[in-house]
């Protein structure tokens, strides 16, 4: 396949891997900020073949888990209304809530649909006139297009009964705030190729400026996530430790994709947004602008006032920061699985702790 | 929530789905399999019931009986390559023939939604008809039932197969031994992208045909070349995963796979890739998986290569003692990952 299996070359994997035994003099560690990039590193077993001087740790960039129990808990409320289609990409389907998960709201009888794309939501929303079609905006800049397109799409054709529950967190701040902490231990940073291909990486520099953290843009195949480590560890070796590499440069440019953030601009502005595990981030998510408010599901709903609070049961938001890795959970592969999960970390494909799970580690 | 650099977590409490049944209870999966342990086992349990194999092997006078049954609910009732009858037929002359029986007569339950064309039943059952000729069936009784417009998908089939053993063969999924091999019939995944696109909700098309076929004459094949055919079992829902996980259980053992040497058509991977699925738990209605000993492994594959279902049967691991109850699978950049059972429903991911 054009594309993946040439990323995916034993052979070459193996090279990038022995150069990178060559390279490293002392252990460093490395963060994977996407959830993509660590389902791939265990799905591919690419961290058994590193060197023991590389620990990778796994970071917030996995949308479904981060999103916080407050949305997932009105996504719950609007999903079990009456007159309502709820539509939503797949994995959250799975995301336990307050009492909940879509899963037992559709088998109570409410209409959960799941999406691959946005625009089939409001699809369903022109086939259905009498029905109210809510589409759950999640995840990080990677999905923010399709998603603001939808709205675009909806506001082009009329439509009355669409609209957006938005939960749209962004990768920047989330780096600032790990790599601001005292005990943050992260001292590279692959970074998160499909967001730099939609947002450019000109957010970056100043970050490992400021932080003396190197940078790589990688990709997601073995051969990628290798060769973005390869120069990550190449940067600190050298102590060249404020520079950023792009290793993605098949799709990420420095500007990144200017249409698809034009389009974003016109529809979402920043906002404060709690994360799953984390707490609230300062100006680290996106919501609508006022003038879509029509399109604003919380708006529509009323459902702003659902603030549920989490009770504290697993760690998984030391995991999303990189301070613990999922052994270090007790309940890990006992009381936590993926058919029972205490934390979003171990319900989402792309949670570390799911990762872990279904690969054995 | 209002410092967000604060240690600790802020996780929900677990939803095991244990107060009603969602669909990943139908997926074929570790919560299918739990409805079974919990409930069906205790209720009804007995020797044949307990062995946990796709069908139950019964003495009588005179020899042993194989005997299965399977429900198809599937939507849409057409899709490329075969349709809801053809799979009725198919899916449970499979299931009886993976017991080493040769199926001689099938029964059909019709649950028919009322408004559903007759024209649509006329094509339903002469697939059935072309699947049963096929495979030397027939379908020897059978039930209708109606049921009000909106409580059923059109048409639900259920059809209950019953087979011969030959004397002296025992094939079960408790046999499997350290040192067989594992033998796939063909590529994976065909099915169940087949019938994901056919429901036309995902935005693609593609040309990939369902795989349902009656595997029957292929098992009768691989039989008479080779005593030694331990376990047999086709990788339905749940997918090659799932199947060899029941299977390492089952027996006791462990199976080690080669990434490479399992077959994907490249429109099924590209599909599997887009969507964040993993081919292994995508589910195929004719292909078979084949556990036999070593020593036999190259004449029974060189037979299935005459057929018509298994010319592109081949080894894609072996089984080991260790890790026991355990599939690893050796990955195309060469290490080595656990290939776990389905949990629940499959679900696209989000990036």
């Known amino acids: ?361 | 929530m209002s410092n967000p650099d604060i240690n600790g977590a802020y996780c929900p409490v677990p939803l095991p789905h244990n107060d009603q049944i969602v669909l990943g209870h139908g997926s074929g999966g570790k919560m299918a399999a739990d409805l079974i342990s919990k409930i069906f086992l205790p209720a009804f349990d007995n020797p044949a019931l307990r062995a946990g194999d796709d069908g139950a092997v019964l003495d009588v006078p005179g020899g042993q009986i194989a005997v299965s049954v399977d429900s198809h609910v599937v939507s849409p009732l057409f899709f490329p390559g075969s349709d809801i009858g053809h799979l009725a037929v198919c899916g449970t002359v499979n299931d009886v023939a993976m017991m080493g029986a040769r199926p001689l007569y099938l029964t059909a339950g019709f649950i028919l939604e009322e408004g559903l064309t007759l024209d649509t039943l006329i094509r339903i059952v002469s697939s059935m008809k072309a699947a049963a000729n096929e495979a030397g069936v027939q379908i020897v009784c059978g039930d209708t039932k109606v049921v009000q417009r909106g409580k059923g998908d059109g048409l639900y089939i259920t059809t209950t197969g019953l087979g011969i053993i030959p004397p002296g063969i025992s094939i079960s999924g408790t046999l499997a031994k350290p040192g067989d091999a594992v033998i796939l019939s063909g590529p994976i995944g065909d099915h169940g992208i087949s019938v994901l696109a056919a429901r036309g909700e995902l935005g693609f098309e593609t040309d990939i045909q369902s795989d349902s076929a009656p595997l029957n004459h292929l098992v009768a094949a691989m039989m008479s070349v080779s005593p030694n055919i331990h376990v047999l079992r086709d990788p339905t829902r749940g997918g090659v995963a799932t199947t060899l996980n029941e299977i390492a259980a089952q027996s006791q053992v462990g199976i080690i796979l080669n990434e490479s040497d399992i077959q994907v058509r490249p429109a099924v991977a590209a599909v599997c890739e887009m969507l964040g699925f993993d081919p292994l738990y995508i589910a195929n209605e004719g292909k078979l998986l084949a556990i036999i000993a070593k020593e036999d492994a190259s004449k029974v594959i060189s037979i299935m290569k005459e057929t018509k279902y298994g010319e592109e049967a081949r080894i894609i691991g072996e089984v080991t003692t260790n890790p026991r109850n355990r599939v690893l699978l050796k990955t195309e950049i060469g290490s080595t990952r656990v290939v776990d059972v389905l949990m629940g429903e499959m679900l696209p991911r989000i990036c």
Not at chain 1, 329 to 354: D, N, R, W, Y
């Open chain 1, 1 to 361: 396949m054009k594309y993946v299996t040439e990323f995916r070359d034993a052979h070459l994997v193996k090279g990038v891997i022995e150069e990178i035994k060559r390279t490293v003099t002392r252990s460093w560690v490395l963060m994977e900020i996407c959830g993509g990039q660590t389902h791939s590193i265990v799905r591919h077993g690419l961290d058994q073949l590193l060197p023991t001087e590389i620990e990778l740790v796994h970071g917030p960039g996995c949308p479904v888990c981060v999103t916080p129990l407050e949305q997932i808990d009105r996504a719950h409320a609007i999903a079990s209304m009456p007159n309502v289609i709820f539509t939503s990409y797949g994995d959250m389907l799975r995301v336990p809530g307050s009492g909940m998960d879509l899963f037992s709201i559709r088998a109570s009888g409410g209409d959960v649909r799941v999406v691959y794309s946005p625009l089939d939501a409001v699809r369903i929303a022109k086939e259905n006139p009498t029905k109210q079609v809510v589409f759950f905006a999640i995840g990080f800049e990677t999905t923010a297009p399709a998603n603001v397109m939808a709205v675009i799409h909806a506001k082009m054709l009329g439509l009355q009964n669409f609209s957006i529950l938005v939960s749209h967190v962004r990768v920047p701040p989330a780096i600032r705030i790990i790599l601001g902490s005292s005990s943050n231990r992260v001292q590279g940073f692959l970074l998160a190729g499909h967001v730099c291909a939609v947002m450019g990486y000109h957010e970056y520099p100043a970050l490992a400026e400021g932080f003396h953290v190197p940078m790589a843009i990688t990709g997601f195949e073995p051969l990628d996530l290798a060769n973005g480590i390869l120069k990550i560890v190449r940067l600190l070796e050298t102590g060249r430790t404020t520079e950023i590499d792009n290793s993605y440069s098949r799709a990420v440019t420095f500007e990144g994709n200017l249409p698809a953030q034009k389009i974003i601009n016109q529809v979402f502005m920043e906002c404060d947004r709690g994360w799953r595990g984390i707490g609230v981030i300062p100006a680290s998510g996106w919501c609508l602008r006022p003038e879509y408010n029509n399109f604003n599901a919380e708006i529509r709903f009323d459902v702003t006032e659902i603030q549920p609070r989490e009770s504290e049961l697993c760690i998984a938001g030391q995991i999303m920061q990189g301070r613990k890795k999922p052994h270090d959970c007790i309940a890990f592969g006992k009381q936590c699985s993926p058919e029972h999960p205490l934390g979003a970390t171990m319900v989402s494909s792309e949670g570390a702790c799911a990762a872990y799970y279904k690969y054995d580690r």
